[in-house]
């Protein structure tokens, strides 16, 4: 499973001309189920990018993560980041779960981002989004779990 999370001051999704999401200081995230990915990888994720110190402590270092500040996610989900690119000019995306999957496992991971954190807004799977953002730093990291990183 695969997050892009940048770290911004305020981002927000637009769908047909209505804010469905949006947030000030925090995490916006892109995530992508990939093929063989379960509850597993993406609890993994969550467990990773909840933790993931990316916000300057009191020094300017990097060490506090959107859990220690209390700020927002917005979770946006985005089955493009899983293109494979290695031949030619235009992706596949092969490595992509299958619609069915990676909104089950979208939702799952929103599900499981509330239990554990409460301030998460979310795009819309499957819709025709608009995402503006900006970007604080920049900071912008890309994250994965494979299946055969998670302990079983």
Known sequence: ???????????????????????????????????????????????????????????????????DLGAALLLVPQFTLAADTRSGTRPSFSPAASPEDGRRLFDYFVRRACERHGKVETGQFGADMKVALVNDGPVTIWLRVDPVDVKR
Do not use: H, P, W
């Open 1 to 67: 499973m695969i997050g892009l999370l940048q770290r911004v001051s305020q981002a927000s999704v637009t769908v047909d001309g209505v804010s469905i999401g949006a947030i000030e200081t925090g995490l916006m995230v892109l995530v992508c189920a990939e093929k063989g990915d379960t509850e597993r990888e993406a609890d993994a994720l969550l467990t990773k990018l909840l933790g993931y110190r990316v916000f300057s402590d009191e020094s300017g270092k990097m060490n506090r993560s959107v859990t």
